[in-house]
């Protein structure tokens, strides 16, 4: 087609078997505020719904048309559609992401300037929000309408096509074309395109939303461990090299080859140790092959990090790199240079002037021989510097080093000018000390426990000066206008600003909006006084918010953030707030529309989901945090606590009374299955969780810009935990917990102090449970303390604990690392442990060290575990471990001979059971299933399918492999159990995280915080799981259970299996998820079928029956008393059930 649609975006959205995300991708596509699109839907023969979704938006939309064919996969999708693309600008997007609903307008306008193409922001997205990742947080900086690659190399990164929006004269001169039948399939399309163009766009906003595939269902991209994966990542590196090389880019081929090694290639690294002999051997000869083509010394530029590992490739010493990945050289690391230390802990405004107090010194040497300090100013790019005068300052409440080093200086802010002319700008204050003959210097940080205001001072009409705290540094902002914003407010449709203008202007005034600097979306006359300074300016709302309806716009991903410049004399500059101002909030749309002054007071116009905010925050007298607010329509939802950099989110629902909301957050007790536990320390973000039209929304709780003001608060526990509301940016706050931080070198102290045999005090009569160590109160190690403290002449007991974890009823708590926790170690008669013993610990005479084994070891997790992670060290641990035993207790007797060889003792073994296990013989299922629907909250006629995965090595290399909701389609299984069946999921006690994306799944919940696995097991009419030692405890309930063992061939390979489930599962062997799916709709027949193979399992992996627990502590107690030497052993070898 020669003619092209002047101003027309066609957008071409390949679609095949995404039914679960194409509705959010084709709302985006409809709510976009940029009106003229032509969208091309094309079906690649899906087998799911997409086609009828697709259809529904094709008859309800003529922008949306189908087009339908055969499977070909994504590239053959995205060809055939080009020519029936009639717009003058074309654009791609992947039908499982998700567009800002000002994408096109933003990439329309950036082009204006006659960019090739435009590319924009990305962030990725996940059932936890939004978050920047690479590698676009690296490709795409700021704003910039006229660039190139060869100018910005770091556009070599940004090689995804979905961002972007070319020019379609561009695209047809160079004849793009993805390949067909590859993954990867962008990137020989958008770096050629990079190279040859003229000029390019980068908006650095964020105008699309990547989205990370949660749980089963995977994008094939994301499935880096694959074959297939591999080699057709090698492809897309050459075949681009190929079109590099043919376009003559020689120096831009360069970069991208050695790029392409450390941010592409370099990621199949951490898969080698546990893959296959055929995918190390492919990825040895793709790899060793690619470097022979590039220049000798390309390896010897690759980052520190990566050097030595393609060093070691292209010299084929696979060994030597299987140890590098997994262990390191254990080198000892070379000492590092003492950093300067420094922190402001005193700020005020006094007589014009800023007061600061703080300390600076250079640890590890003695408080009297702190040299001398300096303090100065430094301006953005380092021109100007100003010498601050500095006296000695002695804060009385500080530690020793902190009073010695202390310092107090006066900033007076009349010294930012030039000559007498102010200029905005940021200055860095900066710290110089000397540690010897040696001067450190660094920028001055803010204390971290800082929870005082950071006022602002005016020094003339239109200029502030502030201190702010920029990634933990302080630092001074200037703020200069041209007009200050006094008062706003609704008026009909229209958003009314009046404020003051710094003087009389020559000429017209406006307002600009602009969600990007230089890019103007809205322009607007301003009406100034006679008297030649107030103005008033008329923002029509209509044009700000949205009128949307889907769960896109409810989970946020449709805020809006405009930036608020008065222009005067054609110079535009930002709006700065009134001293007095206060920040405006109304209603338009489904929109939120207020306004935010960031801690410098520039003014800026932001959108949110209309829904509720906060607008009171405050600590009671007992440490709770009350918040409460109002929303523009009733509230129905939870406040969602939602642990940053972890996956762990906790509900609290909200209360209303008289049309406002509150919910009461007590960091010391919050309710949870394991009972009210304390929030662990880390940032807590605040989200609002309702039900949205498809699935549950989770959005940003917003905060009235008056409560922002008034942060940070804080309030402090009796154990020292200071937990402290603070600003987060974009008009939230998140909670923040501090827990006082064990002391390395304090540690070092407390090992010295207590390692030693030779003199400590003699044992007494204490049993300490260093279960896990204190990681989690459950199961075995429960069951023991139970039976224990029931007893009349029992000795006291002690529960090593840290924050988070519940203290059990009837011990004592010991904070592990502490002092006491190191006295109740080495003290204790009795030690009672399911996990690591600390290396430097020896048990003294009279100690018992007892070590509770768990379950029937159906996976290999010990000295005979192939290919493990850890390596020596693993072995190194076990052999330290089993010194310190005086008896290790097994579940049973074919289990003794496994246990022998994966902990390598051959000291006394009790094959007593275990205590856990008690509750299977002596409870009844009926009243089990009870008890744990009455704890989850489920109707009394509900029955249960548990799914209980065990741990995955892969773990230790990369936290998340484990995932319940990573290994199985978890909604898919929940969807195919009867009407009256819940899905209860449990991971492994040893991973942190929750589930992965159960708050967006109905039917299904996530009880690992569930003290009692035994429990479960009884209420369980079902048991999903693999390589678990639950395995063999459920098959004592003679119910089978179905084994999903996706990885049975690469897990019997490392770590290996103790069991042969191949020919002896007590249920069936599943490999998909789709034949889990149709599992749980016959339990019946596989009941029936299974019923011996579960009998025999039972009999070969049976424990010692219901007593466990009464004939351990009776032995302990016993052991004790008899107080042998060498290191509390008893002379037995085996002791089994009488």
């Given amino acids: ?190 770096v050629p395109a990079h190279a040859l163009a003229t000029s390019v766009a980068v908006v650095g906003e964020p105008i699309y939303f990547w ?69 190390r051997q492919t990825f040895l000869d793709l790899a060793t092959g690619y470097l022979a083509e590039l220049d000798p010394g390309a390896v010897d530029r690759q980052p520190a990090g990566m050097r030595e590992h393609w060093r070691l490739i292209r010299d084929r010493r696979v060994d030597d790199l299987i140890e590098l990945i997994d262990h390191g050289f254990r080198k000892p690391k070379a000492p590092s240079r003492p950093r300067l230390e420094s922190a402001v802990r005193g700020l005020a405004w006094r007589d014009g002037r800023l007061e600061l107090t703080g300390y600076a010194f250079v640890p590890g ?111 001074l902002r200037v703020g200069k206008s041209d007009g200050w914003l006094t008062a706003s407010h609704r008026d009909g449709d229209d958003l009314v600003l009046r404020g003051i203008l710094r003087r009389r202007p020559k000429g017209p005034v406006r307002i600009e909006l602009s969600r990007v600097r230089g890019l103007a979306s809205l322009r607007v006359s301003v009406e100034v006084a006679p008297d030649g300074r107030s103005f008033t300016a008329r923002v029509p709302l209509t044009g700000i918010g949205l009128d949307v309806v889907d769960d896109n716009h409810a989970t946020g991903l449709y805020a809006q953030r405009f930036r608020i410049d008065i222009v005067v004399e054609d110079k535009p500059v930002q709006l700065i707030a009134d001293d007095g101002y206060e920040p405006f909030r109304t209603v338009q749309g489904t929109d939120e529309v207020c306004t935010a002054v960031s801690a410098t007071g520039q003014v800026s116009l932001r959108t949110r989901p209309a829904g509720p905010v906060v607008t009171s925050a405050e600590w009671r007298p007992d440490g709770a945090l009350v918040l409460s607010g109002d929303g523009p329509r009733d509230v129905e939802g939870e406040l969602l606590l939602r642990l940053r950099k972890r996956r762990r989110d906790l509900g609290m629902p909200l209360r209303v009374v008289d049309g406002r909301w509150q919910v009461v ?183 018992v060290v007892l070590r509770l084994a768990g379950g029937w070891p159906i996976a290999r997790f010990g000295a005979t575990a192939e290919r493990h992670p850890l390596g020596r060290e693993l072995i190194e641990q076990i052999e330290s471990d089993a010194a310190s035993w005086t008896a290790l207790a097994s579940p049973g007797a074919s289990a003794t001979p496994v246990l022998r060889r994966e902990l390598r003792f051959d000291g006394p073994v009790l094959e007593y059971g275990r205590p856990a296990n008690d509750m299977l013989a002596t409870m009844d299922a009926e009243e089990a299933r009870t008890a744990v629907l009455k704890r989850l ?49 449990r991971r492994h006690p040893a991973l942190g995280d929750d589930v992965l994306g159960l708050g967006l799944v109905d039917g299904v919940l996530d009880v690992s915080g569930h003290p009692r696995a035994a429990e479960l097991l009884l209420a369980a009419d079902a048991l999903i799981t693999d390589y678990s030692a639950l395995l063999a405890d459920f098959a004592v309930t003679g119910r089978p259970a179905l084994l999903y063992v996706p990885d049975l061939a690469e897990f019997e390979a490392s770590p290996g299996l103790n069991a042969d489930l191949a020919t002896a599962a007590p249920g069936p062997l599943l490999r998909t998820s789709a034949e889990v799916m149709a599992a749980v709709r016959e339990l019946g027949a596989i009941a029936a079928k299974y019923a011996p193979a579960v009998e025999a399992f039972a009999e070969s992996h049976a424990t010692a029956g219901e007593g466990a627990a009464v004939r351990l502590v009776d032995w302990l107690l016993a052991a004790g008393r008899r107080g042998r030497g060498g290191g509390g052993r008893v002379t037995e070898d085996t002791i089994v059930l009488p």
Avoid at 235 to 262: C, F, H, I, M, P
Avoid at 938 to 962: C, E, H, I, Q
């Fill in 1 to 190: 087609m020669s003619e092209r649609v002047p101003g027309l975006v066609s957008v071409i959205v390949p679609i095949y078997n995404v039914e679960p995300f194409l509705r959010d991708c084709l709302d985006s596509l409809r709510a976009q505020t940029y009106r003229d699109l032509q969208v091309l839907m094309v079906d690649d023969g899906s087998t799911d719904g997409c086609a009828a979704i697709a259809a529904e938006f094709a008859a309800a939309d003529p922008r949306f048309e189908l087009i339908r064919q055969a499977n070909a996969g994504l590239s053959a999708a995205r060809n055939v559609a080009v020519p029936a693309a009639r717009g003058e600008y074309l654009a791609f997007v992947d039908s499982d992401d998700v567009l800002a609903a000002h994408a096109y307008e933003l990439l329309v306008q950036a082009m204006a300037g006659g960019a090739d193409f435009a590319t924009g922001g990305v962030r990725r997205y996940s059932s936890r929000g939004t978050y920047r990742g690479a590698p676009h947080n690296e490709a795409i900086g700021p704003t910039d309408l006229d660039t190139h690659v060869s100018r910005n190399p770091s556009l070599l990164r940004d090689r995804t096509i979905w961002n972007k929006l070319y020019r379609r004269s561009f695209y047809d001169a160079h004849g793009f074309e993805f390949p067909v039948g590859r993954l990867f399939e962008d990137v020989p399309v958008t």
């Fill in 211 to 279: 989205r990370v595939r949660e749980g089963a269902v995977r994008s094939i991209t994301q499935s880096d461990n694959g074959l297939r994966n591999l080699t057709d990542r090698f492809y897309s590196v050459n075949l681009t090299r190929k079109l590099l090389r043919e376009a003559g880019q020689d120096e831009l081929l360069r970069v991208y080859e050695e790029q392409a090694v450390w941010d592409k290639l370099s990621g199949y690294l951490k898969f080698l140790p546990a893959a296959s002999p055929e995918f």
């Fill in 365 to 475: 040497r003695p408080p009297r021989r702190f040299g001398f300090r300096m303090l100065w100013l430094s301006s953005e790019g380092g021109r100007r510097k100003i010498p601050l005068r500095t006296r000695a300052y002695r804060d009385r409440t500080a530690a020793p080093a902190e009073q010695a080093a202390g310092f107090a200086v006066s900033v007076n802010p009349l010294a930012l000018r030039k000559g007498k002319v102010w200029r905005s700008g940021t200055w860095t204050v900066a710290v110089a000390a000397t540690s010897g003959l040696t001067l450190r210097r660094a920028a001055l940080r803010m204390a971290e426990d800082w929870t005082g205001p950071l006022p602002r001072l005016r020094m003339e009409p239109g200029v502030w000066v502030a201190p702010i705290v920029t990634k933990g540094r302080l630092r």
């Fill in 665 to 847: 957050v007590d960091p010391s007790a919050v309710p949870g299955l394991a009972g009210a536990l304390p929030l662990v320390a880390g940032t807590w973000d605040l989200s609002f969780r309702s039900a949205g039209r498809r699935r549950r929304a989770t959005v940003e709780l917003g905060f009235a810009g008056t409560v922002l003001a008034g942060l940070p608060t804080c309030a402090t526990a009796g154990d020292g935990v200071r937990s402290v509301l603070r600003p987060a940016g974009d008009e939230r706050a998140m909670l923040v917990v501090e827990a006082p931080a064990p002391d390395p070198a304090g540690q070092e102290r407390l090992r010295a102090a207590y390692a030693p045999v030779a003199g400590r005090p003699a044992p007494c009569d204490v049993v300490l449970f260093d279960a896990a160590p204190g990681r989690r109160f459950a199961d075995d190690p429960a069951a023991l303390l139970a039976e224990l403290t029931g007893r009349p002449d029992a000795p006291a007991a002690r529960w090593t604990v840290e924050r988070g974890q519940p203290v059990p009823p009837g011990a004592g708590p010991v904070v592990h690392g502490s002092e006491a926790w190191y006295a109740a170690l080495t003290t204790s008669r009795w030690i009672v442990t399911n996990d690591d013993l600390p290396r430097w610990f020896t048990p003294q005479d009279g100690q």
């Fill in 937 to 985: 909250g489920l109707n009394a006629g509900t029955r249960l399918v548990l799914y209980a995965p065990t741990r995955r090595p892969m773990d230790l290399r990369k936290r998340g492999w484990s995932d319940p909701g990573k290994l199985l389609d978890l909604p898919g299984v929940a969807a195919a159990l009867p009407p009256d069946h819940t899905l209860l999921v």
